[in-house]
Antibody
Framework: QVQLQESGPGLVKPSGTLSLTCAVS?????????WSWVRQPPGKGLEWIGE???????NYNPSLKSRVTISVDKSKNQFSLKLSSVTAADTAVYYC??????????????WGQGTLVTVSS | QSALTQPRSVSGSPGQSVTISCTGT?????????VSWYQQHPGKAPKLMIY???KRPSGVPDRFSGSKSGNTASLTISGLQAEDEADYYC???????FGGGTKLTVL
């Protein structure tokens, strides 16, 4: 079964760029699914960041679009997130998830375990 | 896109039923049958419980059920058990927006 694992620095300086990678195992990133990033600030709810298809097509949350880049590396079966110009408000647990797509419906399953990224000097 | 509206908390005793609502608009919840529900225990990743309003993934107990009426979707948990205590989030694929989350307490 498909498993996802996030990795990347746990501490990023303000105004810097947050970079995370999600390794996909147990399945191919070239399958007919989208691959997503979702974040959760401490004690708060979930926020969808964006998604990518293996072709490189992307969709982003309009509120983050100007700062987000999601890319895919099919040779390594992984996808990545870059969030630029970070502030303390970007401190959160970042999850990667597979967006299962059936006809025009979609849901997130499975999810990675999540990784806490703190923005602080 | 505004977050979907969920009650901040609900509670129930073991064996009872509880329902968590998720209210959106005709542009998201009301316009499409693409609502999913996620359970999140403290310190853990969310887990898919319901998709397409009322479908259960393999392995999810049939105590969990979903429905929708107009712009409001609902998750009902019957025969409450202690392990059901968690946060629950709804999500509308249209715009990919989440609800604010509901904390379920099993008394």
């Amino acid at each position: 079964q498909v498993q996802l694992q996030e990795s990347g620095p746990g501490l990023v300086k303000p105004s810097g760029t947050l970079s995370l990678t999600c390794a996909v195992s147990g399945g191919s990133i070239s399958s007919s699914n989208w691959w997503s990033w979702v974040r959760q600030p401490p004690g708060k709810g979930l926020e969808w960041i964006g998604e990518i298809y293996h072709s490189g097509s992307t969709n982003y949350n309009p509120s983050l679009k100007s700062r987000v880049t999601i890319s895919v590396d099919k040779s390594k079966n992984q996808f990545s997130l870059k969030l630029s110009s970070v502030t303390a408000a970007d401190t959160a647990v970042y999850y990667c998830a597979r967006a299962v797509v059936v006809t025009v419906s979609s849901w997130f399953d499975p999810w990675g375990q999540g990784t806490l990224v703190t923005v602080s000097s | 896109q505004s977050a979907l509206t969920q009650p901040r908390s609900v509670s129930g005793s073991p064996g009872q039923s509880v329902t968590i609502s998720c209210t959106g608009t005709s542009s998201d919840v009301g316009g499409y049958n693409y609502v999913s529900w996620y359970q999140q225990h403290p310190g853990k990743a969310p887990k898919l419980m319901i998709y397409d309003v009322s479908k259960r993934p393999s392995g999810v107990p049939d105590r969990f059920s979903g429905s929708k009426s107009g712009n409001t979707a609902s998750l009902t948990i019957s025969g409450l058990q202690a392990e059901d205590e968690a946060d629950y989030y709804c999500c509308s694929y249209a715009g990919t927006v989440f609800g604010g989350g509901t904390k379920l307490t099993v008394l």
